[in-house]
């Protein structure tokens, strides 16, 4: 194998495809937990027909995500893309692709909607999300599918709340979500999805200039106001929020699920002592590691991670599973553990980059199981032929639908 690739361009990489499908919902693709083992740092092909290092361990995918020497800007060459169809927009929409110091300006500009005291504020409206939907459900009697009446209802009705939009667009979120989330997504059909979404969210922006809303829609256009942010910018930011924070939330909320359904002895013990629950989330989070090959890093200089010597303009990708099952840094990595307390998984990323929305995210995970093991706890798998249908295609993992009954 070659350890010193050459602007992304390296060669031996002994026939390691990147992404790899996953066949256990919880835990890795097998070949990153073989490669992780194999090596901190190895070579693989990307079905873009780039190549690039994918970083594996918990030590070095923390070092590379913190090192101010790798740049997030996908308009960089080489910078590593995972799936055919992706058309990069420029960095400066996006914070995701912004390097300091602009990130730093902008994700400033974004933060008062995501703290910890805009959140408690939320709790109200979480709260009567979260039962509304459950209310709802529980309305119709069963079998219902969970993943689609409820986990992905709750962060849709969450994401309108935030930006301050009316919950009539929320179907449309939802589907377009599905369709610029899947790696099987062709990529006419990925194109098309991407611009109706923006299309949708241009329209909700232009008519918040004249009439703005509390919500992050309403936060961005007072630094329009300002000329502290084009309206390009405010498109790509939104654009950003929802994919990044639907699709993760409801399917860790269904997946959640399952386990406490495999487990009853577990879901006994969180039901009486709901104390538990974010102890039990957070390990939940860490398990699902749901999104994989998404975090694509170019070298803006050389350096070593893992052994490796990695020259300026190699493109990296970061995992997430991988390091979160690392032995080397998790004991009993395979285990739900609610007394683990760890928040340091990588699932919300780390460095200047880590996820703007966690707190939310886990407020309203902290709710939804919450009312869904109190209010429902007879709740089990419905008798069907299939009544669970896992997604292992997609850069989100997670469920297609899971069928219940109480």
Not at 105 to 127: D, H, I, N
């Amino acid at each position: 194998m070659t350890t010193e690739p050459t602007s992304g361009t390296a060669s031996g990489t002994d026939g390691r495809w990147f992404p790899q499908l996953r066949h256990d919902p919880f835990r890795p693709p097998a070949d990153y937990e073989f490669w992780r083992e194999e090596a901190p740092v190895v070579e693989a092909e990307l079905h873009s027909d780039q190549r690039a290092w994918v970083v594996l361990r918990y030590d070095e995918v923390r070092q590379t995500l913190e090192h101010p020497g790798i740049s997030v800007d996908a308009e960089r060459p080489h910078y590593p893309k995972v799936r055919e169809g992706v058309t990069s927009r420029a960095s400066d929409t996006m914070l995701r692709h912004m390097d300091a110091p602009m990130h730093g300006k902008y994700r400033r500009m974004m933060t008062r909607q995501f703290t910890a005291k805009r959140v408690s504020e939320l709790q109200p409206e979480l709260l009567r999300i979260v039962t509304d939907t459950i209310d709802a459900v529980l309305a119709t009697g069963g079998p219902v599918d969970l993943h689609q009446e409820i986990s992905l209802r709750i962060p849709t009705a969450v994401i309108c709340a935030l930006l301050g939009v009316d919950y009539s667009i929320s179907g449309d979120i939802q589907r377009l979500s599905a369709i610029t989330t899947s790696s099987a997504t062709p990529a006419d059909e990925l194109k098309a999805g991407t611009q109706e979404m923006y299309a949708l969210l241009d329209d909700e922006i232009n008519a918040q200039y004249e009439n703005p809303r509390d919500g992050l829609i309403g936060t961005l256009i007072e630094e329009f106001r300002k000329g502290e942010i084009e309206h390009r910018q405010i498109l790509g930011q939104i654009y950003m929020t929802i994919v990044a924070g639907h699709e993760t939330t409801a399917n860790t909320i269904s997946m959640g699920m399952l386990q406490l359904i495999a487990d009853p002895e577990l879901r006994k013990r969180v039901t009486a002592d709901t104390s538990l629950i974010p102890g039990m989330v957070e390990d939940m989070i860490r398990m699902h590691s749901l999104v994989d090959g998404t975090l694509s890093r170019v070298a803006k200089e050389d350096m070593v991670i893992g052994g490796r010597e990695i020259k300026a303009g190699d493109g990296l990708i970061v995992t997430i599973s991988a390091p979160n099952f690392d032995p080397r840094r998790w004991t009993n990595p395979y285990e739900l553990d609610i007394d683990r307390n760890d928040r340091k998984h990588i699932s919300f990323g780390a460095g200047p980059h880590a996820c703007l929305g966690q707190n939310l995210a886990r407020a309203e995970l902290y709710l939804a199981f919450e009312q869904l093991l109190t209010r429902i706890p007879t709740l089990r798998l419905a008798d069907a032929a299939e009544p669970v249908i896992m997604q292992n295609d997609g850069f989100v993992y997670g469920v297609r639908s899971v069928l219940i009954d109480w």
